[in-house]
């Protein structure tokens, strides 16, 4: 047996990499959803916004224009940036108290990952909180820092028991009796 098909010391075979995965983990293009493209823009703008402190309006015709735009979930895109904007006082003041440091020392793709997530704990109950959870991991993998995906994943796993109480606890509910 080869060492790449050998098993870990865990016993457990080796990782396999994800079909539709790029090599940092990411997903790629054309394994993404409409939303999950829409986070994508959204992300895009909410940087420009958080670095640049440009207006939406004019940051939302810029993203509009840009390349696969078309290929993305405009509503949501539209909610995203337009709703993590509008209230991005009242997320910063629920990200605020799970973070270990200032929020001016988080980097701003971060920062945008953290405020689609609590938007969309707050205002998307469409869509399971494990997703959101999946989605801005992996716009944090494939946007941010080497190891600001861990970051986003325990701050907004850090938020969604108490932005999505009921659906968290009958999730984990599940998981204990399976």
């Not at 090599?23 to 790629?28: E, L, V």
């Not at 986070?39 to 909410?46: G, K, N, V, W, Y």
């Not at 916004?49 to 979930?73: E, P, Q, W």
Request: hydrophobic share 40%.
């Amino acid at each position: 047996m080869s060492e790449e098909q050998s098993p870990s010391a865990s016993g457990r075979p080796p990782r396999q990499p994800r079909a539709g995965s790029t090599s940092t983990g990411a997903r790629k293009a054309a394994s993404k959803s409409n939303r999950s493209r829409a986070r994508e823009f959204a992300l895009q703008a909410l940087y420009q916004h958080l670095v640049g402190r440009n207006d939406a309006s004019a940051i939302d015709m810029f993203t509009r224009d840009l390349a696969g735009f078309h290929k993305a979930d405009s509503a949501h895109y539209d909610a995203l940036l337009h709703g993590c904007i509008t209230t991005e006082a009242d997320l910063d003041a629920l990200i605020l108290p799970k973070l270990d440091r200032q929020l001016s020392e988080i980097s701003p793709i971060e920062h945008a990952v953290m405020w689609i997530g609590a938007y969309e704990f707050l205002h998307c109950p469409d869509v399971p909180w494990r997703v959101v959870l999946n989605e801005c991991i992996e716009l944090a993998k494939e946007f941010g820092g080497t190891d600001g995906h861990k970051y986003v994943n325990a701050v907004l796993n850090g938020l969604a028991p108490s932005l999505r109480s009921a659906e968290v606890t009958a999730d984990k509910g599940q998981q204990a009796a399976g």
